[in-house]
């Protein structure tokens, strides 16, 4: 049992970073427009510009 | 006269030399307008940022201090197809935002303890019938009371704070009952922790609170999304003047800029922004918005206009006597307060529930005490029963049962081109069984058509539509519609209070008053065959042609009218106009009840004699002359269209040309009512099961937490049928 000693500690600690990181992101506006978020992510991508011959 | 425009009143600055401009904008609906919205405001150069919000269907904009004009922006727009707006956030509107976070913040927290808590409870309860030492068992229990008890002060404060309001004002809600639950448990599984017992309550705490915040952030998210549309709707309306910024030269300001004493220029076509007296120039305005009558009235030197008034023919210049900040503002929050105090007369179905819930269970609990006490079981026997029957009757799913529906059936309206303005509108839009339509800008559409263009030859109509184009005039416009002109007539000039004239083809051409293209005798015939409509004549050498123009029914007010006469609902139009117009209106839309001429006193009258009679009425009308009476129904409804005062009175606001979104309303909040009072009972038969069981004193934690996640899930999930009425109910559309 004495792995509990580890074990514990590390989920906890990961808990931890999971809702530090839910803070931040909520901290950096990522939950402000959900519903552009959903359409963003299947929006193409901008074509790359020409770049002119030399 | 040079006209510039003006929006500095709404750039801030953004640091590290930028400026920050928001921007609320119509008709973005899909990704592709976001990216296409994207795309060409970055393209100009020495913009840093350009991002399309489409939850609030605004933009935000950086660019470099100093280096572009804000007006440039709303050009770009406007060559991209979208109408812009410059806006500024309410400071109602930032304060629910933040509350939003709040929540947020505390949901994060409280899931991150419950989904901790429950990792370390589970060991504990299939320890309890395995082989854990108590040893390990008290170890789990301490850390559970070391990640639970921070979690519940930080994550419990919302409902703490409410409750405390509420008790100080010697009232009861919801969050009173939920309190008291979360304490008693934290505080009992402490004492029990110390006393190396057997049983803890954290994560029934800790998850009681993780489902209630759930259904607080739905609630407000709701609240949130409705605010927003109401901050963009503000910001759509006429919110500029032109004002006199020296003798001659003029420039296109924010209303909000405007200070009395100043002098702004209202041109033929636009809508008065501001309350003020006429010092110079002749004209017809239509203040059909403020009083209801469609018949126009003659505004020279000293005569007062109002906010909302139309100019129509001459060029006006106007002292402003109170800006709008002083008159309309003032109004609506005067309005809107008198709207809440309605509102808080009408007790909304959670709190109906909750006063009769809070008294039964806490008696329930203090019986189940006395009880055991009775029977000879120890103190702290009896107290840990009682306490185990406040924490599975801890109104979880009740608190849920309203929000999600709420928040599922808003999302179905809204989409239905139905826009919230308060919260509880659902469950008072469901009873409604009278409803009075206002005539003007309701049951008809706002802007003039013109009804006989089928009898004016093409070639005519279409150079009338060009010449149409010089013209500001609202009839002139009508014209160029009906047209479909594209691109004026070059030269044309304008005579105030006559018409434009022009010349094509080496012919004069004329498009105006009778008098003007010498067609008065066509116009008397035309006038008696539809006395209702206004007359314009077009002079293309000495043909001559009229066309009349009016305000056209919705295309679908029909249908809209026998959909409510089918769902048993009383239909009746007050309107300010005269009464041949509202007799008209009346006939062509197999509406029985019908007066005229009424005064916003009448309508108000009106309205309180069918409350006396026991009627839920909803009004459905969108002029000045109506907000007092939106205030005084049961539930109003206003076109997008409507003016300010009466779109901040509504309840709820539709968009678009067609009135089926007010049926639409209806049936989606029958269907949500129905729901909430399902989902109540749902709750309610889940304690009628749980409580025996707790009072018999057999509940282990396990058993408070399946059970209360159980009927959480069950009430969300009946919640999502809100999304869809019945197809019967629907297909007339």
Redesign the interface.
Known sequence: MEVMVILVPLALGLGLVGLLGFLWSLKSGQYDDLEGAAWRAIADDEPAPEIPPE | MQATRDFSHYVKDAGAGLSHIDLAVEGVS??GC??KIE?GLSAIPDVTLAR?????RRVALEWKQGALDPARFIDRLAELGYKAYPFETASAEAAEAEQS?FL??CL??AA?AT??VM?LSVPVWSGNVSDMIPE?RDFFHW?SAL?ALPAAAYAGQPFFRSAFRALRTGNVNMDVPISIGVLLALGMSVFETVHHAEHTYFDAAIMLLTFLLVGRYLDQSMRQRTRAVAGNLAALKAETATKFVGADEISEVPVAAIVPGDIVLLRPGERCAVDGTVIEGRSEIDQSLITGETLYVAAQHGTAVYAGSLNMTGTLRVRVSAASEATLLAEITRLLDNALQARSRYVRLADRASRFYAPVVHATALLTILGWMLMGASWHDAIVTGVAVLIITCPCALGLAIPTVQTVASGAMFKAGVLLNSGDSIERLAEVDHVIFDKTGTLTLPELEVVNSSKVPEAALGLAGQLALASHHPAAAAVARAAGARSPLRGAIEEPGQGVRGTFEGVEVRLGRPSFCGAERLADETHDLDPEASIVAFRCGEERYVFAVRQQLRADARAVVSALQQRHIAVEILSGDREQAVLAAARALGIREWRAGVTPADKIARIEDLKREGYKVMMVGDGLNDAPSLAAAHVSMSPISAAHLSQATADLVFLGRPLAPVVAAIDFSRKALHLMRQNLWLAVGYNLLAVPIAISGVVTPLIAAAAMSGSSLLVMLNALRARRVAQGEARWK
Not at chain 2, 52 to 56: C, G, H, S
């Open positions: 899909c990704a976001m990216s795309r399309v919000n489409l939850t609030d976070r947020m913040r994060g927290v991150f989904m901790n990792m390990q850390l990640i």
